[in-house]
């Protein structure tokens, strides 16, 4: 599924990375515990997290993840899109709740994790 298939679906606001709006994302993983997500090896993963802070971003640095979508209409800080956007990392907020936007998303196509 396509960064911006995921707005789409999500009712969601691509934040930052525009120039990978068209990369492929394959699977999701959805948690606001990072030390659940330190413990995750999948390449093209999106992770969905209602945890708004440079903490996340810097937690999907570790795990390689290249896309972020906040839930819960969680704010995007300017440090935080700084940050992303000097890593790499597509981020996208959404006024959906967790739940919502994972069931969504699986109804659309989008792979689990597990």
């Known amino acids: 599924m396509k960064v911006e298939e995921i707005c789409s679906v999500t009712n969601g606001e691509l934040v930052c990375g525009n120039a990978t ?5 394959t699977h999701a993983f959805a948690s606001d515990l990072m030390s659940d997500v330190l ?13 708004a802070n440079l903490q996340a971003i810097r937690t999907a640095e570790m795990s390689d ?15 935080m899109q700084n ?3 000097e890593l790499g990392i597509t981020l ?10 994972s069931g969504e998303l699986y109804r659309a196509g989008m792979k689990p994790l597990f």
């Open 21 to 25: 709006a068209d990369r492929e994302v």
């Open 39 to 51: 413990t995750v090896d999948c390449s093209n993963l999106l992770l969905i997290t209602g945890l």
């Open 65 to 79: 993840i290249d896309c972020i979508l906040f839930v819960r209409n969680k704010s995007v800080t300017p440090e």
């Open 83 to 85: 940050l992303a956007e």
């Open 92 to 101: 996208i907020k959404s006024p959906a709740t967790m739940f919502r936007a």
